[in-house]
C-alpha cells in the first residue's frame, strides 16, 4: 500500500461526498481533495461540454497529486475519475482516451461509497434529482467499485453516521 493512503469518495450526485471528506480530513488532521469540477464550472460562463471534462479529469488528478505530497497518512478524495467516466459516457455516450488510460493507472486504497439515503440538495451544478436516475447512478458505482479490486464499503445514515462508519472502517483497515 501506499503512503499516504488515497481513500476515494465515491457516489452519485448530493449524496455528501464532500462533506464527508472534509469531515474526515478534520478528524484525521489530513488533507482532502475537493471536486475540481465545482471550480471550474462555477467560473465557466456558458454550459459545459464534451472538451471540458477532460479538463476537469485532468484538473483533478492535478489537485490530487498535489495535496497527496500534503499528506501524512491519509488523502481523502473527494471523487475521481470514475464520477468523469460515468458522467461522460451518460451525457455524451463516449470516454476520453486520457480519461481511461488515466483510471487504470490511479491507485486508491480503500472506497467510501455514499448512499442516495440523504435528501436531494438543490444545486446549480446537479442535473439529476430525479430517484430513479439517482439510483442508477449509485448502481453503475456500485458496479465499478465491485469490479475494482480495492477494499469498498456503502456508507449510509446521517452525517454522523456516516462519519463514525468511516473512521471505523479506516482505522479497522489500515490498522492490519
Not at 55 to 81: H, S
Amino acid at each position: 500500500m501506499q503512503i499516504p493512503r488515497r481513500i476515494l469518495i465515491l457516489g452519485p450526485e448530493s449524496t455528501g461526498k464532500s462533506t464527508l471528506a472534509s469531515d474526515l480530513a478534520v478528524h484525521f488532521d489530513e488533507p482532502w481533495v475537493p471536486e475540481f469540477a465545482r471550480e471550474y464550472l462555477s467560473l465557466l460562463d456558458r454550459e459545459y461540454e464534451y472538451p471540458d471534462l477532460l479538463k476537469i479529469a485532468k484538473g483533478q488528478i492535478a489537485l490530487e497529486d498535489k495535496l497527496a505530497q500534503k499528506a501524512q497518512k491519509y488523502l481523502f478524495c473527494d471523487t475521481d475519475l470514475r464520477v468523469i467516466q460515468v458522467w461522460s459516457e451518460h451525457k455524451y455516450g463516449k470516454v476520453h482516451e486520457w480519461v481511461k488510460k488515466e483510471l487504470d493507472q490511479r491507485v486508491y486504497d480503500m472506497i467510501l461509497l455514499t448512499d442516495i439515503d440523504l435528501p436531494w440538495e438543490n444545486d446549480p451544478l446537479r442535473e439529476h434529482p430525479d430517484p430513479k436516475m439517482r439510483q442508477h447512478f449509485l448502481d453503475l458505482y456500485l458496479e465499478m467499485a465491485d469490479q475494482s479490486g480495492i477494499t469498498w464499503e456503502k456508507i449510509s445514515g446521517n452525517r454522523s453516521a456516516r462519519l463514525e462508519k468511516s473512521i471505523d472502517l479506516i482505522e479497522s483497515h489500515f490498522s492490519q
